[in-house]
Nanobody, 125 residues
Framework: QVQLVESGGGMVQAGGSLRLSCAPSGRTLSSYGMGWFRQAPGKEREFVAAISWSGTTYYADYVKGRFTISRDNAKNTVYLQMNSLKPEDTAVYYC???????????????????WGQGTQVTVSS
């Protein structure tokens, strides 16, 4: 059973940057799609970014141009670089792994098989 561990969250002022990392235990992730989602208090979990096994990336419109998802297969780690952060980016950020092939569900919460425990990102104005 894979366990995904997120790190890198914290508190930052608006306009600042953070880099989140997601590392698994128990499985190599290089063959699978990976995604980042977030959930703010009182709101549903929403898509942020995803990367296919081949490296194709997908972004939600509200983070496009500010966030970058990447993967380092040698380190078995997926990253989310977040720049120009805004107070509305405040949320718990989750990484997830999608075992099935295909890219159609990479932007959907229900497309993923395992989730990390989440890391808090707080952006102050």
């Amino acid at each position: 059973q894979v366990q995904l561990v997120e790190s890198g969250g914290g508190m930052v002022q608006a306009g600042g940057s953070l880099r989140l990392s997601c590392a698994p235990s128990g499985r190599t992730l290089s063959s699978y799609g990976m995604g980042w989602f977030r959930q703010a208090p009182g709101k549903e979990r929403e898509f942020v970014a995803a990367i296919s096994w081949s490296g194709t990336t997908y972004y939600a419109d509200y983070v496009k141009g500010r966030f970058t998802i990447s993967r380092d297969n040698a380190k078995n780690t997926v990253y989310l670089q977040m720049n120009s952060l805004k107070p509305e980016d405040t949320a718990v950020y989750y990484c997830a792994v999608k075992y099935s092939s295909g890219t159609a569900l990479l932007i959907r919460v229900y497309g993923y098989d395992h989730w990390g425990q989440g890391t808090q990102v707080t952006v102050s104005s």
